[in-house]
Every structure is written in C-alpha cells, then in structure tokens.
C-alpha cells in the first residue's frame, strides 16, 4: 500500500497543473513562427481511492494530454501531480507498477504476436507472479470474452476485440489505478455493455480508482458518480452527472413506436419534438427517470417498440454554457 497519502486517502491529486506545447507554422514560403498552445491551462482536482470519475469534454479540450501527465508520458510544464504519492516526472517507472492505461485510439499491444504471448510479455514486464498472474488472466479471460481470441494474431482481431485484448493487458499486474482514454470507442452495442460491466465489476472487486475518458454519456452514467468537464484545458463543472444535466437543462429523448399513427402525443413532462409515422419523438428532462412517462404511454397508447436517446455530451455541455451565459445576460 502507499504512503502517507496512501490508505483511504486522496490517491489522484492535481494542483495548478499546465501542459503548454510550442508549435511551429508555416508563415510563407520561408517563414515559420512559433506559437504555443495550452493545452492543459491550470488544473487542480483530486479523486480519494476506489473512485470512478468521468472526465469528459470536446474534442482538443486537454484530456488525453492530461492522461498523458498522468502517466509519465508527458512532464507538465508547471504544477503539481501526485500519484499515490508519486511524482509521475521523477519515478516513472515506479509510477508503472500501480497504474494500468488503456489508449482506445491506438494499442499497447504487439501487433504481431498472438494476445496470450503479449500477455506473456506484460507478465515478464512487470515480474508478476505465476499465481496472480493466471487468476487475473483467467478472469479477463472469462469477463471479457477473450478465450476464442487468445490465439489470434493482434493485428486480426477486430476493433472491439483488440479493445477487450487491451483492457485486459492494463489489468494483468494488478494496479491500483486505471486510466482509459475512450475505452468504447467505436464499439457496438455489445461490446460496449460487456467494457462496461467488466470495469464496474473490477472496480467494485478491487477498489481500483478509475479515471475515464469518453465521448458516449451512457459510458459515464452506467460507470461514474462523478463527473468533470474540461474545456479549453480548464475545469469547468466538477459533480455528478444528473448535475450537469440540471445546469444545462439537456433532455434525453424517448423514441416510441406505436402500433399506428397518432397526432402528436401530449404528456406532463415531455413534448413531442419529432413525428413520422407510428414513430414520435419524446423530449424529457434529463434529470428525471423515464419510468413514470412510459408508464403514462402504455396506459394510454397501443405501443410496440420503445427507446430512450441519452444527449449527446457535446450537447450537454453546450447547454451548460448556453445556461451560464442566459445568467449573466440576466435572461
Ligand atoms: N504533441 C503535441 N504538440 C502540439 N500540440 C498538441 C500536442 N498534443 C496535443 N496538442 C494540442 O493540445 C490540445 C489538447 O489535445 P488533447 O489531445 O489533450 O485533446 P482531447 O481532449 O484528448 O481531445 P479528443 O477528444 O479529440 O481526444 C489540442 O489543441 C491539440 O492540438
Ligand atoms: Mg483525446
């Protein structure tokens, strides 16, 4: 276990934290000039053991360059970052034993190498004892779905496959905390609910803190209490999920098909944004269950299929900002 701030203490600690990067562009034919970009522009949050927070926003926001400070892999240009009392710069290698990182966008595997050999690999890496090593294997393996694919060459699996394979991979040696940088991205639905319940299950068994990068709201709202949204390389909401839809009044969407045509429903609490034939559009607050609304639907209408849309986390944090601005105008 950690040091002192180890236990049930703080394990992720951030304090005015920085990335700038210095870019250089063509300006004419001969001329280049430098600029900088700040990517990470003055950061501080901490997350306590065995949570697991979403850290979400739009695409250049700073997020997968803060995952990279987090890891080692990038020094901060200024401020303060722990890990279990570890300072990523200085004991990166130590660093390596407690964290697991999974980068969905690219992987950490061998691309030639059947998965058991590259977690063959990750076990002589990390010196993990035989005993550990074939229970964790043996539960990625079950949880994950991966005993037909341990054979199969990285490079022949497909997207979804190759996520699992990774996921497992950041698992092997037991760390404390994981980062996953857009975990489900382009998963299907499937692939997406079985990522899902493998981290809440390793979470809830291990205690593992967990910090989760994504672009899909469902990710966040099966997975995380807490939610933080960075924007422009600053925080701009740290809370809970239900939270941000409340600031930003967003709406998730029922899809109701009905056995046949109807004039636009009215019910309390929704309205009806979109009609095509048998199929109308339910707009609802966010921030309330569907429970009761589908129940009122079923009760008064002849239905056959239904859905609920969560918003996209763009829109969402659109309107927080919409919401924000409406207040300083006075509106
Ligand atoms: N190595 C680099 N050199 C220069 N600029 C960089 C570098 N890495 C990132 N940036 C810039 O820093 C900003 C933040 O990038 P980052 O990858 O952290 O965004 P992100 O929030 O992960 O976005 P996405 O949702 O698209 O993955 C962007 O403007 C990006 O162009
Ligand atoms: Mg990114």
Redesign the pocket.
């Known amino acids: 276990m950690g040091d002192a701030t180890g236990g049930a203490g703080t394990v992720i600690e951030l304090d005015g934290v920085e990335?700038v990067?210095?870019?250089r562009r063509r300006a004419g034919a001969l001329r280049r000039t430098r600029h900088e970009?700040?990517?990470?522009d003055g950061i501080s949050f901490s997350v306590p053991r065995g949570e697991v927070v979403g850290y979400i926003?739009?695409?250049?926001?700073?997020?997968?360059?803060?995952?990279?400070m987090l890891t080692g892999i990038?020094n901060p240009s200024a401020g303060r970052i722990r890990i279990d009392g570890i300072d990523p710069t200085r004991e990166r290698t130590r660093l390596a034993r407690r964290i697991g990182v999974v980068f969905g966008?690219r992987t950490t595997l061998w691309w030639d190498l059947p998965l058991r050999d590259s977690y063959h690999l990750v076990r002589r890496m990390y010196r993990i004892e035989p005993a550990r090593y074939a229970r964790n294997l043996e539960a990625c393996v079950e949880l994950l779905d991966l005993g037909p694919l341990l054979d199969v060459p990285v490079r022949q699996l497909s997207l979804g496959q190759r996520m699992r394979g990774d996921i497992a991979a950041a698992l092997l040696h037991d760390p404390e905390v994981l980062y996953l940088?857009?975990p489900t991205i382009g998963l299907d639905v499937v692939s997406k609910t079985k990522v899902r319940s493998f981290l809440r299950e390793v979470n809830a068994e291990r205690g593992t803190t967990v910090l989760l990068?994504t672009?899909d709201l469902t990710d966040i709202e099966t997975l995380c209490r807490r939610v933080m949204v960075?924007d422009h390389?600053r925080l701009v909401y740290d809370g809970d999920l239900a939270g941000l839809h409340a600031v930003g009044e967003s709406e998730r969407t029922l899809v109701v098909d009905f056995a046949r045509e109807l004039p636009p429903v009215e019910l309390p609490g929704a309205r009806c944004v979109r009609s095509e034939g048998p199929r109308q559009w339910l707009a609802f607050p966010a921030s309330a269950s569907a429970a009761p609304l589908v129940a009122a639907l079923a009760d008064r209408f002849p239905l056959v299929d239904l859905s609920v849309r969560e918003p996209a986390i763009e829109d969402v944090i659109a309107r927080m900002y919409g919401a924000a601005e409406d207040r300083r105008s006075g509106a």
Do not use: M
């Open positions: 990335k990067f210095e870019v970009v700040r990517a990470v926003g739009p695409n250049g926001a700073g997020k997968s360059t803060t995952i990279k990038l966008q940088d857009e990068t672009h960075i390389g």
